[in-house]
């Protein structure tokens, strides 16, 4: 497994447990706040970084691959929805502004579409890159 790899797996363990200490302490304290603040920061920055060194290896390889090609259309459309959705919660929550009423049960379900797609990202597109760094 290249370091790339590791270092995307990493952050993703550091995101999950953010959002995870954020859901057992609440956000109606500037504790679960800052959880919720420090979750979208390293998120947003692990994006930035997948855009920068993991997809345009991959776009490159799916220039001759239409599976490829196919499955990143596909995981594309499928990030554009998870990032609207967590955006909004973000938006939602990091604040206090809003009301902590329906917070356990909107960062559970953020914590779900995050790690099903943390586990597709992780079996199929990290080891794509890893395939084709070796290669």
């Given at each position: 497994m290249s370091q790339l790899i590791q270092e995307f797996k990493s952050e993703h363990l550091q995101i999950s447990d953010l959002l995870l200490q954020a859901r057992e302490?609440?956000?109606?304290?500037?504790?679960?706040?800052?959880?919720?603040?420090?979750?979208?920061?390293?998120?947003?920055?692990?994006?930035?970084?997948?855009?920068?060194?993991?997809?345009?290896?991959?776009?490159?390889?799916?220039?001759?691959d239409e599976s490829l090609k196919s499955t990143l259309t596909d995981y594309a459309l499928d990030m554009d929805k998870i990032s609207?959705?967590?955006?909004?919660?973000?938006?939602?929550?990091?604040?206090?502004?809003?009301?902590?009423?329906?917070?356990?049960?909107?960062?559970?379900?953020?914590?779900?579409?995050?790690?099903?797609?943390?586990?597709?990202?992780e079996a199929v597109l990290y080891k794509t890159y890893d395939r084709i760094k070796e290669a």
């Open positions: 302490v609440g956000v109606d304290n500037q504790h679960g706040r800052d959880l919720i603040l420090s979750a979208k920061k390293m998120l947003l920055a692990h994006l930035n970084k997948e855009d920068k060194y993991l997809y345009p290896v991959l776009r490159e390889a799916a220039e001759k609207a959705d967590v955006m909004v919660f973000f938006a939602l929550y990091e604040n206090g502004d809003n009301t902590a009423e329906n917070f356990q049960q909107d960062c559970n379900n953020i914590i779900k579409a995050l790690t099903k797609r943390i586990n597709k990202e």
